[in-house]
């Protein structure tokens, strides 16, 4: 998830929840960009790997494969950063009648 998107994510969170609320967004905040991180650092070292050199092939192959999964991971983190956002956003709305009795 683009740094800009995740901040307007997290900021639409109220900021009244509780500790153990806060913990696990601040947990899936930080998998979420360690994720996208470690995708940066991955796809340079392939970059570099491609230019050629001694075995360059083999780890060539073996950072194309790593990359792979953290792009995978990384959709899957964000949908569970998104969820969580929602469930704590969700604020549950009591129905009333006209004359006040909650539906």
Same mark, same amino acid.
């Given at each position: 998830?683009h740094?800009?998107?995740?901040?307007?994510?997290?900021?639409?969170?109220?900021? *009244?929840? %509780? +500790?153990?609320? !806060? =913990?696990?967004? /601040?947990?899936?905040?930080?998998?979420?960009?360690?994720?996208?991180?470690r995708?940066?650092?991955?796809?340079?070292?392939l970059?570099?790997?491609?230019?050629? *050199?001694? %075995? +360059?092939?083999? !780890? =060539?192959?073996? /950072?194309?494969?790593?990359?792979?999964?953290?792009?995978?991971?990384?959709?899957?983190?964000?949908?569970?950063?998104?969820?969580?956002?929602?469930?704590?956003?969700?604020?549950?709305r009591t129905?009333?009648?006209?004359?006040?009795?909650?539906?």
């Open positions: 998830m740094p800009h998107r995740m901040h307007q994510l997290v900021s639409s969170v109220p900021e *009244g929840i %509780g +500790a153990d609320h !806060r =913990a696990r967004l /601040l947990v899936h905040v930080q998998t979420s960009a360690g994720c996208r991180a995708i940066v650092r991955v796809r340079g070292e970059k570099e790997a491609l230019e050629g *050199g001694d %075995g +360059a092939g083999e !780890r =060539a192959l073996n /950072l194309a494969c790593e990359l792979d999964g953290l792009e995978r991971v990384q959709q899957r983190v964000d949908g569970w950063l998104t969820a969580l956002v929602e469930e704590l956003t969700h604020v549950p129905l009333l009648y006209d004359d006040g009795v909650p539906v």
